[in-house]
């Protein structure tokens, strides 16, 4: 079973994610904010991490790069309400961009893919 790990500051849309990944059979665990995330990947050890970009006390882009740092290649997908972001230098490091949206189609098809992609011996 996939663990993922929801880090947004919006806590309707940490219950959304959730409870509808759980559905599809992930773990899952969540975080407000991007704070003490290399810590939080120690502690859950998620096979992907879905990131909201603007948070309130961190900026997603900027725990993107402290993934990066570590964790290259942790799967990390960007989430966020503004399209605009998909265009800033900063987003390549993301494995995928998916806008919110109360339909998680995209999101769910996005994570399928990022995790096939992360195991080893596939293409």
Do not use: W
């Amino acid at each position: 079973m996939a663990r993922i790990l929801i880090v947004d500051d919006e806590k309707h849309i940490r219950l959304l994610y959730s409870e509808e990944l759980k559905e599809e059979g992930y773990e899952v665990f969540v975080a407000a904010d991007g704070n003490d995330i290399l810590d939080r990947i120690e502690k859950d050890r998620p096979d992907v991490i879905i990131l909201d970009i603007k948070m309130v006390s961190s900026n997603g882009l900027d725990v993107l790069q402290e993934v990066r740092n570590r964790y290259y290649n942790l799967p990390v997908i960007l989430c966020s309400a503004y399209g605009s972001y998909k265009v800033d230098v900063k987003s390549i490091a993301a494995d995928a961009y998916v806008v919110k949206s109360s339909d998680l189609t995209e999101l769910k098809n996005k994570i399928a893919q990022v995790l096939e992609a992360s195991v080893p011996g596939k293409e």
